[in-house]
């Protein structure tokens, strides 16, 4: 299955990435994130230039993990901008608009992962395991 992203997504997505990787993510305050989602992120970041293709349940689930935590992040960093100016601030506007583009990913994402998981369901004749979500493939080509 494909995932479509517009540049103004994979560029917010993109940059809030790196910005949670280089431990700088939660409204400036450094946070390591956790190992799992490092992880995902790092497997995610060099798929950004396109729109991307997700192969398998469990590599949605590892993108999922990652734009969650991205976007929770993002909405950290948006309401920190509210209150610290005002809602019409340039810094305010920006970090809605990051959020709000992330959020587009992450809403189809979980799309991705519902028609993969009853898709599954139907072939399987039950919800997907760890096991059908690794090993069966919803190859695009």
């Given at each position: 299955?494909?995932?479509?992203?517009?540049?103004?997504?994979?560029?917010?997505?993109?940059?809030?990435?790196?910005?949670?990787?280089?431990?700088?993510?939660?409204?400036?305050?450094?946070?390591?994130?956790?190992?799992?989602?490092?992880?995902?992120?790092?497997?995610?970041?060099?798929?950004?230039?396109?729109?991307?293709?997700?192969?398998?349940?469990?590599?949605?689930?590892?993108?999922?993990?990652?734009?969650?935590?991205?976007?929770?992040?993002?909405?950290?960093?948006?309401?920190?901008?509210?209150?610290?100016?005002?809602?019409?601030?340039?810094?305010?506007?920006?970090?809605?608009?990051?959020?709000?583009?992330?959020?587009l990913v992450e809403?189809?994402?979980?799309?991705?992962?519902?028609?993969?998981?009853?898709?599954?369901?139907?072939?399987?004749?039950?919800?997907?395991t760890d096991e059908?979500?690794?090993?069966?493939?919803?190859?695009?080509?």
């Amino acid at each position: 299955m494909i995932l479509h992203c517009t540049f103004e997504e994979l560029s917010a997505l993109s940059a809030a990435a790196e910005r949670v990787l280089s431990g700088s993510g939660e409204a400036g305050i450094a946070v390591a994130a956790p190992p799992e989602v490092v992880a995902d992120l790092e497997a995610l970041c060099p798929r950004l230039v396109g729109d991307i293709s997700v192969r398998t349940l469990a590599e949605q689930r590892s993108m999922l993990r990652a734009v969650d935590y991205v976007l929770t992040d993002l909405h950290a960093r948006m309401d920190a901008a509210i209150l610290e100016g005002n809602p019409a601030a340039e810094e305010a506007i920006t970090a809605y608009f990051e959020y709000a583009n992330v959020l587009l990913v992450e809403e189809r994402l979980r799309r991705i992962g519902a028609q993969m998981s009853a898709l599954i369901e139907l072939m399987t004749g039950q919800a997907p395991t760890d096991e059908s979500a690794r090993s069966i493939n919803f190859s695009d080509e």
